[in-house]
């Protein structure tokens, strides 16, 4: 799909027709979404410039991502997309500014092209220019990255309450079961998941913006708005890295309390066996076959069998519980 965006028109991202052989006129943004070849050399025809393929864009060392050819300016950097939906992926796209355009070049819906598409409809300042396109659409970038963290962070939170805030109404810790907190572990991973994947959109977003602040032409005057872009992506990777650092100890803790659940289960199993081997003891004398045993022929030798098993049963589990195993 390829779109394009014309502030003195329609203010709005419409389709292209590439049949016509021309862009309208006034295009600032260029947006392919899933490009076919065909769409790639209309572009490619009509800007004089050349568009990265897929292939290209997946490369990851820095000569392949961030570089100048022609005039323009190339930086492909990774967004992490899907984070809200618990369906947290991982894209390279690829941003291209000329003098006269800017070119995204991407094979997934971001939502937060969407809304920087909204906002330009609304406010046609914001495309006034390729270069300040470009900046806006980074902050737009920037805005969702930092709703995902923040969406990330209140799950985390959540598993937290579960794990270890558990008080009834009484004031009495509540247990959980093995399955409830196999199921925390799940949904830490996801979240620790969703979170690396945030933090590598974050620091790719900060090299491209390093190498925009090198490259980007003087005239546009884009230093004051980089800053602060980099600025706020510095601040959301160390609340990543912390709440990293947070998701580790979560992961930790509930490994430790699946082995304490586990080893209590284990514990009453020990205490069963040891308070059921005295009366065990004491039925396998009695149910010895020997002519000549004092209890054989008394009448109350049976009670006092059954009281003495009893009480052999009794006598452990109350020196258990004296001493605070139980």
């Keep these: 799909m390829l779109r394009v965006f014309t502030p003195e028109r329609d203010m709005s991202l419409v389709d292209v027709d590439i049949a016509a052989g021309v862009l309208p006129e006034g295009t600032v943004w ?6 076919t070849r065909a ?21 990851i060392e820095t000569s392949s991502r961030l570089y100048e050819e022609n005039g323009a300016v190339y930086m ?59 900046v806006h659409l980074f902050d737009a970038v920037v805005d969702r990255l930092a709703d995902s963290i923040e969406h990330i962070g209140r799950d985390v939170d959540t598993i937290s309450r579960q794990a270890f805030r558990r008080a009834n109404q009484s004031g009495h810790q509540q247990r959980v079961s093995n399955l ?16 690396s994947k945030a933090r590598e959109s974050a ?15 003087k005239a546009a005057n884009l230093g004051p708005h980089i800053k602060s872009l980099m600025r ?11 709440m990293s650092n947070n998701i580790t100890f979560l992961l930790d803790a509930a490994l430790g309390l699946i082995s304490i659940e586990q080893n209590a289960v284990l514990k009453i199993f020990s205490v069963g ?5 005295p009366p065990t003891l ?27 098993m009893l009480l052999s049963a009794i006598l452990p589990y109350v020196f258990f519980r004296w001493r605070g195993w139980m």
């Design 232 to 242: 706020d992506l510095a601040s959301l990777t160390d609340h990543a890295s912390y």
């Design 39 to 59: 769409e790639e050399l209309f572009v490619e025809k009509v800007t004089g410039i050349e568009v990265p393929t897929r292939e290209e864009m997946a490369e």
């Design 180 to 195: 409830a907190l196999q199921s925390l572990l799940v949904r830490l991973g996801s979240a620790q998941d969703a979170l």
């Design 282 to 308: 004491v039925a396998g004398i009695y149910g010895m076959n020997f002519e000549f045993m004092p209890e054989l022929h008394w009448h109350l030798g049976y009670p006092w069998a059954l009281g003495l």
């Design 76 to 134: 492909t950097a990774t967004l992490a997309t899907g984070i809200m939906k618990e369906n947290a992926e991982t894209h390279a796209v690829s941003f291209i500014l000329t003098p006269v355009h800017l070119i995204t070049v991407r094979y997934a819906e971001i939502v937060s092209f969407e809304r920087f598409a909204s906002h330009a409809e609304r406010s046609p300042v914001l495309c006034e220019s390729s270069s300040m396109a470009l």
């Design 273 to 277: 066996a040891i308070v059921f081997m």
């Design 203 to 217: 620091v790719s977003l900060t090299r491209a913006l390093g190498y925009l602040a090198f490259a980007a032409p």
């Design 30 to 35: 260029i947006d392919l979404i899933r490009p």
